[in-house]
């Protein structure tokens, strides 16, 4: 059994970046020294259809390899899902929801069925938009997972992230500048902590 094991859900639709954002986070843990996993949950995704990625962290090998039932942590792209998927279920009181959305905590909680854990929310629209140039929701909240969850230290977060953009962007320098400052802002953005 792996040893202090850390589970993050994603919620969103097709498109909105949630299977790289856990690539991604994944990426990150791994430099980092520890053992993770990063997939989405295939189904009959389309464009703007609910879909669902996962995270398994630890700091020993993983034998498990199925769906995350019970997350530490959740991450809601769009936060319209709140209305039709169940983005509560299984999840831990001790740990939290980030919701993608201009409304405070206190707002998003009381439409969460009784959910009584933690619940952080962050404007990835406005941030991903004045620092991108357009609306992606994945990077600000890629930000504020690491934030709210502690799964690996924020400077070293920000390091690898702009090490892995670097290569990723060579030819474009202003997208990794973008992305670093909206990762940036976000991680001094998220209410709720």
């Not at 949950?41 to 019970?70: L, V």
């Not at 400052?181 to 998220?190: F, H, P, Q, W």
Request: with cysteine.
């Amino acid at each position: 059994m792996a040893k202090n094991v850390v589970e993050i859900r994603w919620h969103a639709r097709g498109g909105q970046g949630a299977k790289t954002a856990s690539e991604l986070l994944a990426d990150t843990v791994f430099m980092a020294g520890k053992y993770v996993q990063g997939f989405p949950e295939y189904g009959p995704e389309r464009m703007g259809a609910p879909i669902t990625a996962y995270n398994r962290i630890a700091d020993s090998k993983i034998r498990i390899h199925s769906n995350i039932y019970e997350p530490d942590f959740v991450v809601v792209l769009d936060e319209t899902l709140i209305e039709g998927v169940d983005c509560t279920a299984g999840l831990k009181e001790s740990g939290a929801i980030v919701v993608n959305t201009a409304k405070s905590p206190e707002e998003i909680k009381a439409g969460l069925g009784g959910y009584k854990g933690k619940v952080c929310t962050i404007d990835a629209r406005a941030i991903s938009e004045d620092c991108i140039g357009r609306y992606f929701p994945n990077t600000p909240l890629l930000a504020a997972i690491v934030k709210v969850s502690g799964v690996v230290d924020e400077a070293t977060f920000l390091k690898d992230m702009e090490t892995s953009l670097s290569h990723k962007f060579a030819s474009k320098p202003h997208v990794v500048e973008g992305n670093m400052n909206a990762l940036k802002r976000a991680v001094s953005e998220v209410k709720g902590l």
